[in-house]
């Protein structure tokens, strides 16, 4: 069964960064496009962005355009979600997901951004 784990949350102030990370296993991550998706309190998931196999193609939301990056090192069966100038609005729980609603996803990571 595919396993995703992420890491690299916690606490940041407004116009801060974190580099989220997520390690996927039992499953042939080379092969598949990855996505992130978010979910902030009391709503419901949001995808953020994804991935082709390559690398080469990378689509984002609109809040994520140009403050957001996603990157993908197929060696390590990892994804990673770059974010820039963190906005209040921006707190959520992030997952890593095989699929854009996020019906597969792992167990989260938090982000908090506050002053």
């Known amino acids: 069964q595919v396993q995703l784990v992420e890491s690299g949350g916690g606490l940041v102030q407004p116009g801060g960064s974190l580099r989220l990370s997520c390690v996927v296993s039992?499953?042939?991550?080379?092969?598949?496009?990855m996505n992130w998706v978010r979910q902030a309190p009391g709503k419901g998931i949001e995808w953020v962005s994804h991935?082709?196999?390559?690398?080469?193609?990378?689509n984002y939301a609109d809040f994520a355009k140009g403050r957001f990056t996603i990157s993908r090192d197929n060696l390590r069966s990892t994804l990673y979600l770059e974010m820039n100038n963190l906005k209040r609005e921006d707190t959520a729980v992030y997952y890593c997901?095989?699929?854009?609603?996020?019906?597969?996803r792992g167990q989260g990571t938090q982000v908090i951004v506050s002053s």
């Open positions: 997901a095989l699929d854009s609603r996020g019906d597969q």
């Open positions: 039992e499953f042939t991550f080379s092969n598949n496009w």
């Open positions: 991935i082709s196999t390559s690398g080469l193609t990378r």
